[in-house]
């Protein structure tokens, strides 16, 4: 069965086209700096929100119209692995991410879903077989079953602890078996509502434990994927262990877990924890850390995680120019997790989205490129630092100073010029560069 038999498959036309399912500025095969634009941004499909979510929000039920809607159980379950692959073909990206539940209903026992599991997994692996997409990640749901009301790993009762590592190894055999590039561990309860009743030390030490038991299983079966861990501020915990990147080094640092771990960061989670997404990238980056990205954006006016699909060419040019300064993603991507807003309940509306994220982020790959290439943050930063290039100032990057010569050098200085910052004309001169491409 077609389930998006009236839809064509998306192509590039050009930034003058007026067809709503064509590319105005993701050219795949196009080269931006020696690599195709394919190659760098590595697109994604979030399996949960395309093809499960049904705009269910805390105050009102779904209101999705989707063709497999009419189905239950493992019938609706093979149906969307049906969509499924044919949305990819013809959107045309290269990648698709799920948790377990998301593919496979769960059964009253573990042994029961992981045998719903298999049945699935058997069906996507043979798709795979005549397709070019593949598992960019996969993960365990340990949020939203009762069972993870306390906690995953970090649950204060042994048997959660207990079905939280046959999960995870659960996926990371089905990531083995389908080739995944990456597996991610999403603590969406891993945190505590009140400290009143926590041992936080215990409950970060459980967590450390899981994931030395997940890196050595992997080992152990010969799984060859990037672990990513994806920092969250808040909601549903009151306080994450994973509050946000800088955090997360910390943790990873602590339990001997810095050269297993990347992070997956999510540009929806970045401004929930009070950072800009660029800055999340920023700190990764710079620790060698920046391992994937989850591509979305949030309503600044609201305070929970509302997974938008990202438009905001701003936020996309100064998000890539992090990620080209990284050497692009590596095995990681640009994973769509990112749903129609509520009103939008045609399946259309799931290919108009895709196409305005994939613009969005291709948009900021052509302008982030450009700006590398006239180096100029590079110039900017340059001059703003240029003193620390003086005499003195190079024996402070030297340590070859102490205080008394720094106190000697400084005893007699009357006015010291600072330069203005010019964030303004740093920012008009970016929209220059978004309005030229």
Do not use: C
């Not at 080209?324 to 259309?348: H, Q, W």
Request: no cysteine; charged share 25%; hydrophobic share 40%.
């Amino acid at each position: 069965m077609a389930y998006f038999d009236n839809i064509p498959k998306v192509q590039y036309e050009g930034r003058h086209s007026d067809n709503p399912y064509a590319f105005k500025f993701y050219n795949p095969e196009e080269k931006i700096g020696g690599k195709t634009m394919e190659e760098i941004l590595r697109f994604g499909v979030a399996y949960w929100h395309t093809f499960v979510a049904d705009g269910t929000d805390p105050f009102g039920a779904g209101t999705a119209i989707r063709p497999w809607d009419h189905l239950k159980g493992m019938d609706l379950a093979k149906a969307r692995v049906d969509a499924s692959f044919e949305f990819y073909e013809k959107l045309g990206v290269p990648y698709f991410a799920f948790h377990d539940v998301d593919i496979a209903p769960e059964g009253d026992t573990l042994r029961e879903s992981n045998k719903n599991l298999d049945e699935i997994v058997a069906m996507i692996k043979d798709y795979m077989k005549d397709s070019k997409v593949k598992l960019l990640w996969n993960t365990a749901n340990m949020f939203t079953n009762r069972r993870w009301t306390h906690g995953a790993a970090t649950s204060p009762n042994a048997d959660v602890f207990a079905y939280a590592a046959a999960k995870v190894k659960k996926g990371l055999e089905v990531g083995k078996e389908l080739g995944a590039e990456n597996y991610v561990f999403w603590g969406g309860r891993e945190g505590y509502e009140s400290l009143l009743n926590t041992d936080l030390k215990f409950e970060q030490d459980n967590l450390a434990r899981l994931f030395h038991m997940a890196i050595d299983y992997a080992k152990e079966i010969d799984f060859d994927a990037q672990f990513l861990i994806e920092p969250k501020p808040k909601e549903p915990t009151t306080h994450q262990y994973d509050f946000d990147v800088a955090t997360g080094i910390g943790f990873l640092h602590q339990y001997g877990l810095q050269d297993h771990i990347k992070f997956n960061i999510e540009a929806n989670h970045a401004t929930l924890a009070g950072h800009t997404f660029e800055h999340e990238l920023r700190v990764a980056r710079e620790a060698g850390m920046l391992g994937s990205v989850d591509a979305n954006q949030g309503d600044t006016l609201l305070g929970w995680d509302t997974d938008e699909f990202p438009t905001d060419l701003y936020s996309t040019t100064l998000a890539m120019y992090e990620i080209l300064k990284n050497g692009g993603l590596g095995r990681g991507g640009l994973n769509f997790d990112a749903k129609v807003r509520r009103g939008s309940f045609e399946k259309e509306d799931l290919f108009h989205a895709h196409i305005a994220g994939m613009d969005a982020f291709a948009v900021g790959l052509i302008v982030a490129q450009k700006m590398i290439d006239d180096k100029f943050f590079e110039n900017i930063i340059e001059e703003r630092y240029e003193t620390f290039n003086s005499e003195i100032g190079k024996k402070i990057l030297a340590n070859e100073t102490n205080l008394k010569e720094l106190e000697a050098h400084a005893i007699d200085l009357k006015d010291i010029n600072i330069r203005s910052g010019q964030v303004e004309k740093i920012k008009a001169r970016i929209n220059q560069y978004l309005l030229n491409i």
